[in-house]
């Protein structure tokens, strides 16, 4: 029996394969379809520290291989989330996970300080990232100093596993990554999705409200892989990888370009089973290939 | 609500009209309950350029013998492909999705008014309701003859009536142009199902009579189980999923 | 009839539609499809001051909806163009423009002086953005300082059309084509391909010699969309908009988003007569959309 | 060389084993000419998963009554779903692409050595080289018996002779351990097309022996029309596009 178990920095994962947030929800809808205690963790939907209505309607634009959302993070806020959420899903026998996101540095210590005080959440994901918000966000995942600053502060307030979660949108990314760790982030995921832009010829209209929106799925697929290569070499924490992930092939391939764990996002809109076809895919690929333990695979890239 | 992910068979592909075709499908299994505006997220078939699922409302459903029809309108290139399905391929379908329309109490009366594709939950609606044809009004309105689909079958659930635009068959008009418009205090509920501006005109209609009124919304879905956040609509309780608390909304509840 | 005519500061092209560079030779082997004189303009394979073999093999794998390559400028040299290649396609009746490359400014110089001498080269792409060369290519495309160092120097050899082609490989284009533009550039051309990686699981291997390579093809289109969008409204010199274009719905979003020119490239690949197609599906767009010449499209998205 | 873009229609799809398939399919109008070890690049119909064209070897081909035929393994995504079209079916070519191999003169004796699907180009090389059978000798290699496609047919253009490894079938062992191998003298020309470690084996043997040799490679391509220079091949003239300068070469140009 090969063990598909994975741990980063304290957080333990029964296997490698967690979803991504904003792309699973809460968990409860997944649970419509099967027990979410199946996946290796569940990342819960973004939060910030009050509601946001998020962008108005369109949000989504389907691409070659791919689409754009521009969601823009809606959500009730941290407080509904603690009262109402938390208690329908602390039960779930997996690894729960917070997408943390903020306006401010105040904002991401805010909602920090009180997903800290909850049992159940086994690790923060820090959102830096997020292309569809017009403060915060993804502005501080593109530069060194912003990233630090919020990893930073942060990390002071939240004595468990730290994930912090890239963007792609640079232009060296391991430069960011590097910036993070020093400031004491357990663990990278990457990537978020890419800002791209769709247009309605007929009408000579953006297809998103926003104009903007953040581009995912296989499409991305190449970019994020190279970005997990690149950053798998130039840090010491577990890199998470994520960005089009499809099937096991693709899953084992984010495993060998690097990645500890893998994060599923766009494929559950095409199948909510994906997270659990792609463990069952993994397992056997280990098994063909004579591994004992999915961690064998990491970095194991043939050069 | 369980949901599911299924493969189907293509029992059949019929086309009713230049653009909309008929699609009845089997599973292996019987099926989980279905309701009159509930849909179903369709795979389209080894289709090099869609990449989502599409959204498709019920158009009919025998859970027992594991039968599901969907009434498929060409609009794009996803709908497109699906309407070249044959017999015998295989279709991976999620369902049930979503909230259907509120079911009629047995001694009301009822107008149902459907558009385009909009026709499909609201014939389902007619056959599920189970009311006397007399008490269930079903107007459905499209641009010329040609474009309305056979519906004789459904005159054992409700009467059905048509209008054209150019007068080709039935009232000539919009489907607000039809008589029943002007009785519109005999119901106690209107159902509508179409393009937006057709059920923007019965909303406004039915609000003026101060009738309940329930629409069905198309909005564009990635996921259409909830987890996305794409195809909300907003609402007087907020943004909501049309996919989850739609795509049937009271009219009391949106911001038309 | 409408007008198809594009005019980029002295630059005529009969249609608005040109080859991608790299992805149309040098014209002679699309001629064995149709005369290559129906383009709008040809835009030859990267040429650098000498001979280079370019990469090993394999140089290519495929992706969902695009391609990785890793040619690394594959060419004879200035020389051997100017002596055995000019004279074989210099009585094309279209616009011939090099495509420019060099390790250091030195090197862009050196070519830019021989290929000014060249009486039917209407205008020059210098390309700063390869992500396939380990010296010169994208290194210099990347940062605003080396963006406008090559750009000045090769501006003082040059008297004729010179665009400069942008890598998306950065956080921030329009701050690179602001660079270029202030040294004098006549146009910008994005997007060249994203730095991108494939991996064959089964063997444990990069698909590619050279491990990464860049992305093209329709996956990366809503990026591409994106920049041209940016940029357009940064700059006043005219960009020339391509990544991923198709057929002429692309082209038409392109134009839409600002670009005044479009290069067809990976779409070759599947159909050496795409430029030819989509120069007829902008003719019958307009005409349906009663414009009456093609340059009324550029920017023309309704916000 | 005038290259084209055609639609055809394929007449015929038959399975010649477990992981091979015969395609013939026919255009509206007469071929351009086609060489053996010439080949064409081949548009997927309606995959999603397949984004550029397949190269596949010319194995037969009627340019006056526009036809073409195709042997295709099943390796990937690609060639899996091009075994599976159907009649009717249009598929889109282009060709004719690269250089064959040197036919040989009509007083010489020959040997020709495929495997896998690189049987293709060489039995049309038989059919086309107009040789007696006895001066055209044709050894086939393959894993097992079931693997073979038959090639009865062909017996008219060659003599015909098989290898196994398994030995279920004519000699056990690789192609090069046919005793053929040990008369090369007794021909003036090898044509190799199949796995490359069995043409390095016949190259390496029929260099050996001082004969002029052929072999036929599959690099990866991309455009297939040397445009793209992603399917090199480094030779003693550089690297050159085998889609253009091969894919047939003389070993002696090769750094093998
Ligand atoms: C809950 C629900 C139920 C539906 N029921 C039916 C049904 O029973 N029968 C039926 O024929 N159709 C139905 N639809 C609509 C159907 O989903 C779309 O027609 C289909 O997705 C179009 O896909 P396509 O690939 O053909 O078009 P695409 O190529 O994706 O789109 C073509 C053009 O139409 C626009 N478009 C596509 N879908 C929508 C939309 N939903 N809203 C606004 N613009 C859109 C696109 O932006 C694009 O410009 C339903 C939609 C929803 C959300
Ligand atoms: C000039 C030429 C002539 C050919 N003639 C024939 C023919 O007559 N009959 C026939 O069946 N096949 C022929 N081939 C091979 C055929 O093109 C490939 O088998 C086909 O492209 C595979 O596509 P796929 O989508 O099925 O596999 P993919 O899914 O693309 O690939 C499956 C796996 O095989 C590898 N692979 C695919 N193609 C090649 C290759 N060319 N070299 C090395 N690795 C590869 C891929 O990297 C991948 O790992 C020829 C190739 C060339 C270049
Ligand atoms: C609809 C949608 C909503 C998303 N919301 C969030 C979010 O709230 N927080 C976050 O960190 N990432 C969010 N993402 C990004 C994904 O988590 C993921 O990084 C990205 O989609 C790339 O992975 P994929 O290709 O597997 O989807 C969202 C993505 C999508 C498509
Ligand atoms: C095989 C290949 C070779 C290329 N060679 C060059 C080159 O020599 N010079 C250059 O500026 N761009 C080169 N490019 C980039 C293309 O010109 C173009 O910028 C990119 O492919 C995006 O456009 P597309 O998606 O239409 O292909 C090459 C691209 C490909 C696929
Ligand atoms: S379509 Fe994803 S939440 Fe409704
Ligand atoms: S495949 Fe493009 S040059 Fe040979």
């Given amino acids: 029996m090969v063990n598909l178990a994975v741990d980063i920095k304290g957080l333990h994962l029964k296997n490698p394969v967690m979803t991504a947030s ?33 962008n108005p309607y369109p949000r989504m634009a389907e691409t070659a291989s791919g689409m754009l959302n521009a969601v823009g993070l809606q959500n009730k806020g941290v407080d509904y989330f603690i009262g109402e959420i938390y ?55 593109v530069s060194c100093p912003g ?5 930073r502060e942060v990390r002071k307030a939240y004595p468990k596993t730290l994930i912090v979660k890239l963007s792609p949108n640079v232009t060296d990314i391991t430069e960011i990554a590097r910036a993070v760790e020093a400031e004491g982030a357990d663990a990278v995921s990457l990537v978020n999705t890419f800002l791209g832009m769709a247009i309605d010829a007929e009408h000579r209209r953006p297809r998103l409200s926003t104009v903007t929106g953040g581009l995912s799925g296989p499409a991305i697929k190449p970019i994020a892989l190279r970005m997990v290569w690149q950053v798998y070499q130039a840090v010491r924490i577990p890199v998470i990888g994520l960005g089009g992930i499809m099937d096991a092939t693709d899953a084992v391939e984010f495993l060998l370009a690097g990645a500890s764990a893998l994060q599923v996002g766009t494929a559950l809109f095409k199948d909510p089973f994906a997270p659990l076809k792609i463990t069952a895919g993994i397992q056997n690929y280990l098994e063909k290939h004579h591994f004992s333990s999915v961690r064998e695979l990491t970095g194991k890239l043939q050069m | 609500m369980q949901k599911v992910v299924l493969d189907f068979t293509v029992v059949s592909n019929l086309a009713l009209n230049e653009s909309n075709h008929l699609l009845r499908m089997r599973a292996e299994e019987s099926l989980l309950a279905v309701a009159p505006g509930q849909f179903v997220n369709v795979e389209i078939p080894g289709s090099s350029e869609v990449f989502l699922r599409r959204p498709f409302s019920v158009f009919d459903a025998d859970p027992e013998r594991g039968e599901l029809s969907l009434l498929v309108k060409v609009l794009g290139r996803g709908s497109r492909t699906l309407c070249g399905v044959q017999p015998g391929q295989k279709v991976s379908v999620v369902y049930p999705l979503g909230r259907g329309y509120t079911l009629p109490g047995s001694e009301e009366r009822v107008l149902a008014v459907g558009g385009g594709s909009g026709v499909a939950p609201l014939l389902f609606l007619a056959r599920r309701a189970g009311l006397p044809p007399g008490r269930m009004q079903v107007i459905l309105g499209a641009r010329s003859a040609g474009d309305h689909i056979p519906t004789e079958a459904y005159s054992r659930y409700a009467t059905l009536s048509c209008t054209t635009e150019d007068g080709s068959l039935g009232t000539r008009g919009m489907v607000t142009d039809h008589p029943l418009f002007d009785r519109l205090e005999e119901f106690s509920r209107v159902y509508t199902c179409g393009p937006l501006p057709m059920m923007k005109a019965v909303a406004a209609r039915a609000t003026a009579a101060g009738r309940f009124c329930e629409v069905s919304l198309e909005n564009l879905m990635a996921c259409g189980f909830g987890v996305c956040l794409c195809c909300i609509e907003p609402t007087v309780h907020g943004n909501l999923c049309v996919c989850t608390e739609g795509p049937v909304f009271n009219i009391n509840d949106l911001k038309w």
Avoid at chain 1, 112 to 141: H, Q, W, Y
Avoid at chain 1, 147 to 151: G, I, P, R
């Fill in chain 1, 22 to 54: 904003g792309c699973s929800g809460f968990g409860t809808e997944l649970a419509d379809f099967y027990d979410p205690s199946l996946l290796g963790a569940l990342l819960l939907k973004g939060i910030t520290p009050r509601h946001r209505d998020g």
């Fill in chain 1, 87 to 141: 208690p329908r899903i602390k039960d779930y026998d997996t690894a729960l996970i917070v997408n943390v996101n903020g306006s401010t540095v105040e904002e991401y210590v805010e909602v920090t300080e009180k997903i800290a005080g909850l049992d159940r959440i086994a690790a923060m994901e820090l959102n830096i990232s997020c292309p569809n918000v017009k403060e915060g966000g993804m502005a501080f995942g």
């Fill in chain 1, 147 to 151: 990233a630090a600053a919020v990893t």
